[in-house]
């Protein structure tokens, strides 16, 4: 947290008295008072804080500077707890507290802090009702607020019907007319604590307590008050439930270790969408790629069957032919054969003899044999020519007078030898 001044502006009048806060209004005021010094002290240890109450027992009955800006804790919280109820109900037309006069007294007094570098802030606690006071004398303070770099954060207690709209008033000016467009930082915030419920828990979720809080709203309301409830469930939440008065430097670890761990979550939540995208637009691609590859097989396949079913009708085709063919040339060979042994038939049966004859010759010219052809070899020739039958007698006749001639050759060379 930044270097910063405060003021604590405390209501004491008798109107703090009311127990609608437990265990009373001002009680209960000292204990969210108490829980914002530490707050502010230990966030930077050159912050300082000062303490007024609104009401004293003097002659003027007005604001009461107890302890001027310091970073003395001591001299703090005791000016806290030593705080009495004084002034009275009613004085002459005028609030039991004035708030405007009050402000002004802080003002003046963070004019004359110890060290002029850092930012300048007043906590107003509002207990009293505002019947008497006027609305414009609000917007002059916060506006005068304004022109100071004075920021201010108030805490309505009780009263809230009649108070509210005045305090925001003072808050809206203080915050400047810019503060209301869309998206402007607004360092000036208005927290109301429904009767029943413990300030300090309504303030431990609220920008006045959060040193890392982001500029919200002027107005907290009861929806703070909600979230922290009557008993303060989620007190100390984020500081791992510890009570940072009670020990302020395990609370601080603990509350960073808290925020590193809700980083790491973060970054790890943002890993994990990052590789459902991925995943979910690799998934596209192959049920893509998937569709194109089943498209580009049912072609194939398609192809395939196509070329099946052409070269089964080529096959067929060609089987026929084949058979046909040789139906074809098997006819045309019966047919030639028949033509033939009918030629053969009707040709004279001494066309055989001299064939007989020649082929009887060629053997006695070659020499094969000295006794002339052989009886079984001739008929055997003869029986293998087509349309001749070896039987005939003319063929049997033919081949014994060769048989006689080639032994009469033989009888003859045989005396030449001699």
Request: a negative charge.
């Amino acid at each position: 947290m930044p270097l910063e001044s405060c003021m604590i502006l405390l209501d004491n009048s008798e109107f703090m008295r009311n127990g609608d806060y437990i265990p009373t209004r001002l009680e209960a005021q000292s204990d969210a008072a108490n829980m914002i010094v530490n707050q502010k002290t230990q966030s930077n240890p050159e912050s300082t804080v000062g303490v007024i109450a609104m009401s004293s027992s003097g002659p003027s009955s007005g604001a009461e500077l107890l302890v001027s800006p310091t970073d003395d804790l001591g001299k703090i919280l005791s000016a806290l707890h030593g705080v009495p109820f004084c002034g009275e109900m009613v004085r002459n037309g005028k609030d039991a507290v004035d708030i405007a006069a009050s402000v002004q007294v802080a003002t003046l007094a963070l004019k004359h802090r110890r060290n002029k570098n850092g930012a300048q802030r007043i906590v107003l606690f509002v207990g009293s009702p505002l019947s008497c006071a006027e609305a414009r004398s609000f917007i002059k303070a916060g506006k005068q607020l304004k022109k100071n770099n004075v920021f201010i954060d108030v805490i309505a207690m009780g009263e809230l019907g009649e108070n509210e709209p005045k305090l925001r008033e003072l808050v809206d000016a203080a915050n400047g007319s810019s503060a209301n467009e869309e998206g402007a930082e607004r360092n000036c915030h208005l927290v109301t604590i429904p009767a029943g419920v413990l300030p300090s828990d309504v303030l431990i979720t609220s920008p006045i307590f959060r040193a890392d809080a982001a500029p919200m709203g002027g107005d907290m309301g009861a929806a703070a008050a909600g979230g922290a409830g009557g008993g303060g469930g989620d007190t100390f939440a984020q500081y791992g439930g510890v009570d940072p008065n009670m020990d302020p430097e395990l609370a601080m670890a603990l509350r960073v270790s808290m925020e590193e761990e809700r980083a790491r979550q973060e970054r790890v939540s943002a890993a994990a969408a990052e590789s459902n995208q991925e995943e979910k637009s690799g998934d596209g691609e192959d049920d893509a790629a998937a569709a194109n590859n089943a498209e580009s097989m049912e072609g194939i396949t398609a192809g395939v069957e196509n070329d099946e079913d052409a070269l089964l009708q080529q096959a067929l085709a060609m089987s026929m032919a084949e058979n046909q063919a040789s139906s074809t040339t098997e006819e045309t060979t019966a047919a030639a054969g028949e033509s033939t042994a009918m030629d053969m038939g009707d040709d004279d049966d001494d066309a055989a003899m001299q064939m007989a004859l020649a082929m009887s010759m060629q053997g006695e010219s070659e020499e094969k044999t000295d006794a002339g052809l052989d009886p079984a070899f001739v008929n055997q020739l003869l029986g293998s020519l087509p349309g001749v039958n070896p039987d005939d007698p003319a063929i049997q006749e033919a081949l014994r007078k060769a048989k006689d001639e080639s032994e009469k050759k033989g009888d003859e060379k045989e005396d030449k030898e001699e």
